[in-house]
């Protein structure tokens, strides 16, 4: 597993998972200054702390491919972003990117929110 992160690689995962610098502190367990400390690079990541967010972009990954293997049948699929804000919901930030991905890949996918009526 890699041990080793750059500040610039730890922002793109960051962005491209649709999360905060708040929330990946909280998920991790450091305040949100080392995760600011990581991102401009003063600060070297603890390896647990890399794997840690190894582990969410694969879940995103494993994510997507799950969505889009269940939408790729579907005559009129569907993204809805469910914004219930309870502490185990992935943010919406999150929600969006996979949705972005999966509509990358699936023809046709309409994204959203959960309030929002399905067309």
Do not use: C, Y
Not at 56 to 73: I, K, N, R, W
């Amino acid at each position: 597993m890699t041990t080793t992160m750059t500040a610039a690689e730890f922002r793109a995962i960051r962005a491209g998972l649709g999360v905060t610098a708040e929330w990946v502190a909280d998920h991790v367990g450091v305040r949100v200054r080392a995760v600011q400390r990581w991102e401009s690079g003063v600060s070297q990541m603890k390896p647990g702390v890399i794997e840690a967010i190894l582990m969410l972009e694969a879940q995103a990954a494993d994510q997507v491919a799950e969505e889009v293997e269940t939408m790729s049948g579907s005559r009129m699929p569907v993204f809805v972003i469910e914004d219930n804000g309870g502490d185990d919901a992935w943010p919406a930030g999150w929600q969006r990117q996979i949705a972005f991905r999966v509509r990358q890949q699936v023809s046709g996918v309409r994204i959203v929110d959960v309030a929002e009526p399905v067309p």
